[in-house]
């Protein structure tokens, strides 16, 4: 797995994960901080949340198409420069508006993150391998969450909140110069197969791009991933705010509190692809999908409990244990979703459908900060928003017994029951 040059990716993607979730678990944390100086309403910061993943979710699906016409390298090297210019570029906001369009910038920038890591990994490392170097790679990404609460928090207390962001910007600019550097796109014995995988594509007569968008088992797993952005956005945007309003932290508590669940996370995101390619081998004889649903499934539901009951404890301490064991869980599932479009899509569009689906996910990431600042500021209570969470997690698990199974093309000779026996 690490040999070749494959550390030096798997190391590179990592660490891009991790400043993604510090740039982008920066505005949870100054939150504070920002809405008084800015003097903003819940439901306005909860809008300037949700305009992130209005950038982020349109350039889930045109990073992919970049990362499968133009390659991975090159897209996410871009990606990297812009979401770092603009992540210090909110120390230039002045009200409600500027945030707004400062954070569209933003997501679009982080955008094409996911989609160009699972082109990485289906261009670097074997088909039993995916799922676990997908898991790994994109472990640092709750680590950048866990690091954003002690860092930004002691920069903004320190320094003020500004300042924080200037910091970050600096770090992302200086990864995007040592990928670009250190990092090739494929390796050397995959670029000298080119030609004749090129040969080979045209022999097989892969379906097109459009084929994947109307399949059961794409939509439902960008349903599942939906309801996985749906908790993960809940935790990312308000639970710093739900800390220091519903239970009275202070700012500093607040900044240490929030690295016990991201930790939780980082732990589950490193293991779920261990874990799926594990059971793919363990039981091969059910099918390609067998394990990976197995896995999604029991998690994504299990992350939906906990997260409900999250809402209706009276401590902080079991509230916060609840939310760490709904993140954990939560992500055990985060490299399955990817590991299913490896599993069901032509490597040719890959990057494609998987952005695509990453897309339909990530709308979550508008609706629901937005709708949860809402239901603060008229029911004055975080409750309804966490069962609303676990509700829809619920429904999505189910889903995925139920739609989710091998995409049949006209080239394929065994029918699909055979393949999965999981419903």
């Given at each position: 797995m690490f040999s070749q040059g494959r550390g030096m990716v798997i190391l590179f993607l990592f660490l891009a994960g991790v400043i993604n979730y510090l740039d982008r678990s920066a505005l949870s944390i100054a939150a504070p901080f920002i809405q008084g100086d800015l003097s903003l309403s819940a439901t306005e910061m909860g809008i300037i949340f949700s305009s992130f993943s209005v950038g982020y979710a349109l350039f889930n699906f045109l990073g992919g198409m970049a990362s499968d016409k133009y390659g991975a390298k090159l897209t996410l090297f871009v990606a990297m420069i812009v979401w770092s210019i603009f992540?210090?570029?909110?120390?230039?906001?002045?009200?409600?508006?500027?945030?707004?369009?400062?954070?569209?910038?933003f997501g679009m920038g982080e955008g094409p993150l996911s989609s160009t890591i699972n082109k990485m990994v289906n261009n670097w490392f074997p088909p039993n391998q995916q799922a676990?170097?997908?898991?790994?790679?994109?472990?640092?990404?709750?680590l950048g969450g866990a690091i954003a609460g002690p860092i930004v928090g002691f920069i903004a207390i320190s320094y003020g909140?500004?300042?924080?962001?200037?910091?970050?910007?600096?770090?992302?600019?200086?990864?995007a110069v040592c990928w670009w550097k250190l990092v090739k796109e494929k390796p050397a014995a995959a670029a000298d197969q080119v030609k004749v995988a090129k040969s080979n594509a045209a022999a097989a007569e892969r379906p097109p791009f459009?084929?994947?968008?109307?399949q059961k088992t794409v939509l439902f797993t960008a349903f599942a991933f939906f309801a996985y952005?749906?908790?993960?956005?809940?935790?990312?945007?308000?639970?710093?705010?739900?800390?220091v309003d519903a239970r009275g932290l202070s700012v500093e508590e607040m900044s240490i509190i929030t690295v016990i669940p991201w930790i939780?996370?980082?732990?589950?995101?490193?293991l779920g692809g261990f874990v799926s390619d594990l059971f793919f081998k363990k039981f091969a004889q059910k099918g390609v999908l067998f394990s990976r649903k197995l896995?999604?499934?029991?998690?994504?539901?299990?992350?939906a409990v906990c997260i409900?009951?999250?809402?209706?404890?009276?401590?902080?301490?079991?509230?916060?244990?609840?939310?760490?064991?709904?993140v954990f869980f939560l992500y055990l599932t985060g490299a399955i979703y990817w590991a299913i479009i490896n599993d069901v899509v032509d490597s040719n569009n890959v990057g494609s459908v998987g952005g695509f689906m990453h897309l339909l996910a990530n709308t979550a990431g508008i609706i629901g900060p937005t709708l949860t600042g809402y239901i603060v500021d008229t029911s004055g209570t975080y409750t309804v928003a966490f069962l609303l969470a676990g509700g829809l997690a619920v429904v999505a698990s189910l889903a995925v017994i139920r739609f989710v199974r091998p995409i049949v093309t006209r080239r394929d000779t065994v029918p699909a029951a055979q393949y999965d026996q999981m419903g």
């Open positions: 992540s210090g570029a909110l120390v230039l906001a002045v009200g409600f508006v500027s945030m707004i369009v400062i954070r569209v910038l676990s170097v997908v898991g790994l790679t994109n472990s640092g990404t709750p909140w500004r300042i924080s962001f200037i910091a970050i910007m600096i770090i992302g600019l200086v990864w459009t084929f994947y968008l109307k952005n749906y908790i993960l956005f809940f935790f990312l945007t308000w639970f710093p705010s739900y800390l939780f996370g980082f732990v589950g995101l490193a896995v999604l499934v029991t998690c994504l539901f299990l992350s409900g009951f999250a809402g209706l404890v009276s401590t902080t301490a079991s509230a916060v244990i609840l939310v760490a064991l709904s």
